[in-house]
């Protein structure tokens, strides 16, 4: 038997020693940030779009439930938020994208004057700042 006690192992020298699932986690960022590098901008602004305009379908009680999921008051915030998006990003994108997202767009606008039961003015409703009147 020896006399001498092995070294006590150390950490590593830095301030925030990771753990597996910190590293694990480090590489999801990594390859997520490395995969929405390569997405190009329009698909991006689309892709948001169409989260908002799913999100907005089911607030204003276009889903399955519409009884216990129709919020109009979180509709309008989606659909104006959605208004804006499109109106600054349509220069961005191509007249194909920017058509069909003004029509869902327009859609949404309809379906919550339909949901309405206090109508809103006309040019006053959700996103008709950035659009304009919808009827």
Known sequence: MSDTSPEPTRAPE???PETGAQAGTDQAVADATRDIAE???VEVITTAAVHLMSAAAVKVGLADDPESQTDLDEARKL???LAGLITAGAP???DMHA????DGLRSLQLAFREASTIP???G???G???TGPVS
């Open 128 to 130: 008709e700042k950035w």
């Open 124 to 126: 006053k409703g959700p």
């Open 79 to 81: 659909i104006n938020a």
């Open 99 to 102: 058509r069909s997202l003004r």
């Open 92 to 94: 961005e994108i191509s």
């Open 120 to 122: 809103d003015e006309l």
């Open 14 to 16: 830095h301030d925030h």
């Open 39 to 41: 997405v190009p901008a």
